[in-house]
Structure formats: structure tokens, C-alpha cells
């Protein structure tokens, strides 16, 4: 349901050229938990902003959910990253004049739902995620664990497919990491396929697959989960 | 999603209070700057009668000095007629309605021990006057024509004065001693106050329209002081008030109405026969030169809106001009610092289209907020205004619904224009570097 082929990012400058991707090859499949760990600069940022749309790349073909994005427009973009992919950053970038009520409901504004429906769902993801009882308080009110649970209730609302994690334990004490990597996995366990970045090789081991990215590839691969269906394996 | 807008831009408004302020009080001064100047040219320059301007049109006729036209223009003409020359027109009845008219005054003595004698101004017309004009009646109507050649003592009130005097009720039948004489009043018109006063810019175009009207034949009469401009290019010939009514001095204005441009035509032709028979008796030793001007003509060739008002309404533009510019600085200093939260927006689905729309709306916001303060400092600058200037702008610095209407626009146009880049700026940023950095 993701799957890169030969995808390039070339980052140019009047002076300098950079290969943050070269020939990247992947394919997720659908349910899966995927870990990705690399070197600082190595391009897993660079790969997680191509596979949520966020950036565009130079070469190769990327098709999500059996759709190919090389050639679409911003507003298909930005109607596939609403209806199909929820992220999850590591300094949560809430918007800290609006409520936890309205921090999750952002998403679900640009996707066209009524008032009814929206509500609904603003309070089934942050039930999910225990702050069910705080939605009027304003994000500096919680601890940066509760603001990362907030975000990744943002991330749920839309009920997307994908959720992508760019080190979203890395601004946390170990305890509330553990918390939420513990939510994170029982978000899988209902079907919603993770791509998470991480430089914590303990938080990756709980990942069902690790992918280990250097120099803009894909150098390792290894299903930490036997039990996981078998995917295709990064070339 | 309009609604979800206007609340963000709440929201950020007050997110970010100091700076919201600046943008607001720039762009307040520069509507309050304009809409001070607006007004005035506004009120000077609008059409009085707009239903039929075109239709209405002032006599001029060159009885000047033959050897210096009527000012430093050679092709000048006097901006009034001489009584004789008013009164044969009128007479004459050529136009489908037509009224010599001057501005005169008189001590009223209202009835009663207790009160006093006051003095007011008087309209001396014919009776197409009222008609001509559309003056609305609150009682009673206009004198017949017969009042006007048999010169009889009768008076239209304004409301002010039949208040005053008869404490507002149906005056009409009523007698009022004008001039130590007594009148009989035949009508009291509603509230009537034509802005410019167009029939009579000679005499203060601002100025309220008059307190008595009368029939023009009473001038001669009861010989009614003159009190409006009065121009002599040679002595009357002889000693007292006839002498001085049949002189070549012009004192005198003249409307007709011409429905038509035949019918324009036509009078024309008849004012240029007559002076062609008045040059045979000795009179109008200058070459032919007669001119019919419709309203907006007359008041533009006036010059009652004068210049110095319109420099000042484009300098004012200029300042709004200046003052959207630190907009613009202001507003891309506060949109650069929501970069994040753009991005964020981005990220979950935002196209840029909405986010433009967004920030529109709250650039818009800011421009509404600083039209309603700007509408503020309009109100103070026109207080100013009159202060300056005294009572008789009092009519022209006042606000009406549609230069508050404007002002607003202006103010949300201006807003949204200086907001374009930013926005364009805000809508173009690359939302992923911001996320990580965040």
C-alpha cells in the first residue's frame, strides 16, 4: 500500500548539490509497523516528508494506496495527507491558543465534516487517548506526554491509514516514551499501518519491522515480528 | 469554513495584541486621514437634485464692462444677472418653469407680549421656484402666479420659522408681520436643505437654505435690502433703490427648466435675441456670449469644490498609502511568525488555497477593525474641521450611512490588498523544515 521505487530527492543550491535519497526502495504493506533508524542525515526525515507528502522528490515512482502522487496537484496532495495520513511529530506542534477540543478538530475542518460529526470524533480520539476530561484545557496546561497523546488523538481523528512518526518519543522522559509507544502499538494492533523514524534502538526493537537507512538508502531490513506477514524486502 | 476563519482570525488577533494593534491604528489613521477629506469632497461635489440636474440650468448673460470681461478669463460671464435683465426673463416665461430669485432679510415680530422681534433671511422668488425645485411641503402650498405679479403680500415658511412663530402647527391662512408689514402665510415646507446649495453659490454654497420665501416682486416693493453679492462694473445712473434695481449691477440669479435639449435650444436662441434687442437700446456692449449651465456644470464652473480639497484628499491618499505599506511589514512579521502553525496546517491536509483564504480573512479582520476605528478618527478629524473652519461647514463634516459604508470598504479592500503578499508569503513556505524544527 506504500511503495517506492527508485526514488531520488535531490536538494540543489547555486553552489551545492545534495542526495538526501538515492534509488530508495520500499514497500509497506498494509497493518504493518514499521521502525526506521539511521544516522543523523542519512535522509529518513527526507523519506517520511516524501511518503506524507510534504515534499516532493526528483526521480523514481511512489505510489500510496495504489495511487501514483509523482504528478499531483497540491489540492489532491493535501486531500490525500487529510483522508489518508496522520502525523505525529516530535515536538508535537499543537496550536497553543486553541483548546485540545480545537487541536484535533483541525484536521477534520479541511476534510468536510459537519459539526455533529466532527464532535463525535474529537471525542472518541482523545477517549482513545485518555484526555477525553481535558479537551477545554490549552495545550501548556498538560505535560509534554499528554501533548503528545493530544497530537496523536489529532493524528486518529481522520481515521487515517497511514501514521507517520518522526521521532515522536524524542522530546519525553522514558516513562511517558513508554507510554506512548505502548499506544502507538496498540493503534497498530487495530490495523493503522506506523512508519515511525527513531534514533532509540530500543523503541524501534518494539517495532514489527526495522529498516536501517544510510546515505539516502535502504541498507538493512529486518522484520522484528516473524509473525507479520512477509512483505516485499527493500532492495 | 468562512466562520471557522473569522474565528482563527480572532484568535489571532489577540494571540499577538501589541501587533494586531499597530496594524489596526495604521490602518485607522490612514482611513480616518481619508475619509476626513473624502467627506468634504463628497458633500461639496454631490448632485443636489440628482432626478433632474440635467434639467435644470442657470442663466448667465455677458451685460459686463466692455472694456474688462468679468474677471481675469476673457470668456468669462458675470455670475449673476441685473435685476431688469432677471425680471424680463422671467417674465417672459420662455422655459417650462422659471424663477429669478435674490437673497434678502427682514425682522419677523411673532405675536405675543413675550416675544421678541428676530431677524431671518428671505428667498425672494417667483412661484415655479418651489416647483422647479421640488420643495417639499409640510402645509399649504406654493403662491399662485397671480401673488407674483399683483405682489401680494404672502410668505412660505420653513419649519424652523413656523415653529418658532406659530409653535409648529398648520400655519396656513395665518398672518405674520414681516418688515413691519403683515403676510399671509400660504404654505410651510418640510425640512429642505440642498447640499451644495446649488441655486444660489454665489452667495455661501454650504449656506442653509432661507428662512422666508416671498415673491420676487416685493423686492421692488417693499424695497427688500439686498443681502447677497452684489457687483457694479458702472454707478447706477441716478439716486435711490429704483435707480439702484435698474442699474447694470448684477445681484440677481436665474433657473429654467428645460426638459429637453430642443426646448435648451430654443432658449437659448431666445436669451441671444434679446440681447441682440437689449445691444439696440444701448445695452451689453460685449460680443454675444450666453450660457446655460445645468447643475453639476454650474457648481463645477464655480469652483465648489475647491482645489485646495481636492489636494488635500489626495495627499490623504497618499498617507493611507503609507500607512498600508507598514501593514504589509507588519503583517509579514506576523504571519512569518506562524510559520508553524501553517505548516502544521499543511501537514494535515490544508491546501494552500484554504490557507490563503485564511489568512485573507484575517487580513480582512484587521482591516475592518481599523475601518471601524478609522471611522473614529474620521468623526475627530471632521470635529477639527469644524472648529477650524466654524459653523457654516457644520453641513459638510458630517458622516452619512454611505460614507461609513465607504469607509469600511475601503478599509476592507485596502486590508485584503495589503495582505496578498504576505499571505502569498505565509502559503509558501516549506511546511517540513518547520515541522522538524518546531
Redesign the interface.
Known sequence: MLKMTDVKKVFRTDLVETHALRDFNLHVGEGDFVAVTGPSGSGK?TFL?IA?L??TFTGGTYELDGQDVSHLN??KR??L???KI??I???F?L?P??NLFDNVD??L???GFNSAQRKKRIENSLEMVGLAQRMKHLPSQLSGGQQQRVAIA?ALA?EPRFLLA?EPTGNLDTQMANSVMDLLKSINAAGTTIIMVTHDGQLASQARRNIYVRDGKVSEISDADVSTPSRLAAV | ?FS?YIKLAL??V??NPVLSLLMITAIALGIGASMTTITVNYLMSADPIPHKSQQLFHIQVDSWDPNNPFNDDAQALPNQLTWTDATNFTLAKKAFRQSAMGMSGAIIEPAGDDAKPFEASIRLAYTDFFGMFDVPFMFGNPWDSNSDTKRDQVVVLSKRINESVFGGENSVGKTIVIAGRNFQVVGVIDDWQPMPKFYDVNNGAFDESEELFMPFSLKEELELPNWGNNNCWKSPEGEGYKAFLQSECINTQMWVELPNETAKAEYLGFLNNYVMEQKALGRFPRPLNNRLSNVMQWMESQEVVEEDAKMMMWLSFMFLLVCLLNTIGLLLAKFTGKS??I????????????LFKQHLVEAAMIGLLGGIAGLGFAMIGLLGIKSLYGDFVDNLATLDIRMILVALCIALLSSIAAGLYPTWRACNI???SQ??S?
Open positions: 526525515t516528508n506524507g510534504l515534499e497540491d489540492k493535501s486531500q495527507r487529510n483522508e496522520g502525523f511529530f516530535q515536538s506542534n496550536i491558543d486553541l483541525v484536521p475542518r479541511y476534510r489529532r481522520g518522526d | 469554513m471557522y484568535i489571532s489577540k494571540r508553524a502553525e505548516s502544521l496546517r499543511l501537514a494535515v491536509g490544508a491546501s494552500k488555497a484554504d516549506a511546511p517540513a515541522l522538524k518546531q
